[in-house]
């Protein structure tokens, strides 16, 4: 039995709880389990046990073995002195605290199937661990659960943005910026593109923006995807130029174009194209967040940003120098959708929470019930278990889960893990 199960059995009352004894005889009822502790000491803190005819307020420590007690020296740590009860799965010691008190010990009783589950969940090697058992969890509790989980993720995104903000003085034009930035990556070069928007200030992407050239020779060259291209092209070598002034100008400095991937990728996902993209929209639209905050409806926000086109030279080249037939490279619908999810609403919702505006972030929040479940390998995967996904707010939800639970095996903190192991 790994250690922490049990105390996870004793934190959730997993146990037997009638007819309770300590290993010498004394009766036994527990009030109160405490609060773990995830710092050194006692595993819990603040329990309160009724032993014999005495209610006693304390600490509870936790072994496989008693003898582990020993084994940790606890039996000469006074950190351990207000250790009220020793529970564990086998007391083949007895043990005592450091002023030579015989401390009570308890050999927890409980569901062999507690026991087997957790094994089954953690060895497994299917993609989610409890594929074969969450059939049986009432859609009513994976409900419940998916609405926790899209909160978690909500403020996971948030305190993003507020690093940002505490490194830009609270500049919310600038945190946009970054945000719908990174979203341009669309997981393959989410993190160059952030490195990107991160090497460059809002400020000078402002006092550049009525030139789509110098636009574009900013971004181009800051990506450093300039810097090793061999191609003889008219317009590559005007952006070369253009970049060099404003390099010089600005003292800009480029981030390494080694971090840019550029394989197995789709054409219309190429960094270029991507790059050329943003461009286009902060050459359209200035000030976007206070745009985003003007109309934060679906039908405005996609009209906003699938208005984004390439410039001329794009729309007949994915990659420099080779031309192709003219072709429209607007941002799909799918994409927009996805900077919505990914950028918009957490952008809207930290806004919200900062202004104390509930509104907003109830707003936030609907526009995810608005937009279709995302389509990636992990709602693909959520699917196969026969979980239904609706929503962009359902795929949100499950994405948190499967990232910050399942890939961990983190299945003793999960509700469903939870139904699982105790059923």
């Known amino acids: 039995m790994r250690e922490f199960v049990l105390h996870y059995i004793w934190q959730h009352k997993l146990f037997v709880q009638h007819d309770l004894h300590t290993t010498d005889g004394q009766r036994i009822e527990v009030i109160d389990v405490g609060k773990p502790n995830t710092h050194a000491g006692p595993d819990f803190f603040n329990a309160k046990i009724r032993i014999g005819k005495t209610i006693w307020a304390g600490n509870v420590e936790i072994h496989n073995l008693a003898s582990d007690w020993n084994k940790h020296r606890h039996q000469q740590d006074r950190n351990y002195g207000n250790v009220i009860l020793h529970v564990v799965k086998k007391a083949d010691v007895p043990v005592f605290l450091a002023d030579g008190q015989k401390l009570p010990q ?52 948030v305190q993003e943005i507020k690093v940002l903000l505490q490194s830009g003085n609270n500049h919310w034009e600038e945190a946009c910026f970054v945000i719908v930035s990174k979203c341009f990556g669309f997981s393959v070069n989410n993190e160059a593109f952030l490195s990107l928007a991160k090497s460059i200030p809002l400020m000078l992407i402002l006092k550049n923006c009525r030139d789509v050239v110098q636009l574009e020779a900013m971004l181009f060259g800051q990506s ?29 400095q480029p981030m390494d174009g080694k971090q840019w991937r550029l394989l197995r990728l789709r054409p219309d996902n190429f960094p270029y194209i991507r790059i050329a993209q943003l461009a286009s929209l902060f050459y359209k639209r200035q000030q976007l967040f206070s745009q985003l905050l003007n109309k934060p409806d679906i039908r405005s926000l996609m009209h906003l940003l699938d208005a984004v086109e390439v410039s001329e030279y794009w729309k007949s080249h994915y990659i420099p120098g080779e031309v192709h037939a003219p072709k429209s490279k607007k941002l799909g619908q799918e994409s927009v959708q996805g900077i919505i999810i990914n950028a918009v609403v957490p952008l809207l919702f930290c806004y919200g929470a900062h202004k104390e505006l509930q509104s907003l972030k109830d707003k936030a929040l609907q526009l ?29 939800a499950l994405i948190c889960l499967y990232k910050r639970y399942c890939e961990a095996k983190n299945c003793l903190r999960c509700r469903i893990g939870h139904r699982v192991l105790t059923t």
């Open 106 to 157: 308890l050999e927890l009783s409980y569901a062999a199937e507690i026991e087997t589950n957790y094994e089954m969940l953690v060895s497994g090697t299917k993609w989610i661990a409890c594929a074969d058992k969450i059939s049986g969890v009432p859609e009513i509790y994976i409900r419940a659960w998916k609405n926790a989980l899209l909160m978690e993720r909500m403020e996971q995104k």
């Open 224 to 252: 450093g995807l300039l810097k090793d291209l061999t191609c003889q092209d008219d317009y590559i070598e005007k952006l070369r130029r253009e970049y060099t002034f404003l390099q010089q100008k600005y003292h800009l």
């Open 368 to 396: 995810l019930e608005e937009i279709p479940a995302e389509n990636n390998y992990i709602t693909r995967g959520w699917r196969e278990t026969g979980l239904t996904l609706e929503t962009a707010a359902d795929s949100q």
